[in-house]
């Protein structure tokens, strides 16, 4: 098993190249790091996780242990097969963009989830022509009874973990979320590096 560990820097991206049956543990090493998620298929990048087929076929609008992530063709593509925190994961708010942070105020040049995606499949010499909606793991995002929704600091402590498994071969793509105007990334509004794994066998052990 190789367990050469990758760090994705904070307020950066990384794709990470996966094939079917291979597992991805995704570290949340400081505890308070929301990681946009994204997966791409392997033979066509037209076909990407999608947010409306996840919800539809989990009945649900948060992601968490033994749900899995579909495609654009409702195909699964990743399972979560470990979550040692056990929370729920969002999958109702956008990846952050550069007008994003034109609405918070920024005046000068913010990174972004949005670049993020597409300069990290650009180092790997792919691109998909537009954004995919992302799961964000971690994201502390409670529903309200009457829709209204809240941005929250992660519920996740340092070391917290989850385990994804390829359904199909894929690109994983990660975001370390650059939003440092919002507590959506910890009270202190820093964003940080988390750690990933890539593994041929699911080691129940390091998942704890």
Known sequence: MDLDTK???AS???AFPMKAGQYARIVNTHGNQVVDTWAVAENDVTETAAMDH???VNS???LTQGMRIMSSRRRPMLTMVADSGGVRHDTLLCPCSRELYEQLGCTE???SCTDNFHEALAELDLAVPFTPASLNLFMNVPVEADGTVD???PATTAGDMVVLRA???LTLVLSACPQDLTPINGAARTPK????VITDAYDEEHAR
Do not use: K, Q, W, Y
């Open 7 to 9: 760090t994705v820097a």
């Open 12 to 14: 950066h991206g990384r």
């Open 54 to 56: 996840t919800r539809s």
């Open 60 to 62: 649900n609008i948060f």
């Open 109 to 111: 040049p913010h990174r």
């Open 151 to 153: 941005r929250l600091p």
């Open 167 to 169: 359904e199909m071969d």
């Open 193 to 196: 590096d988390v750690a990933v």
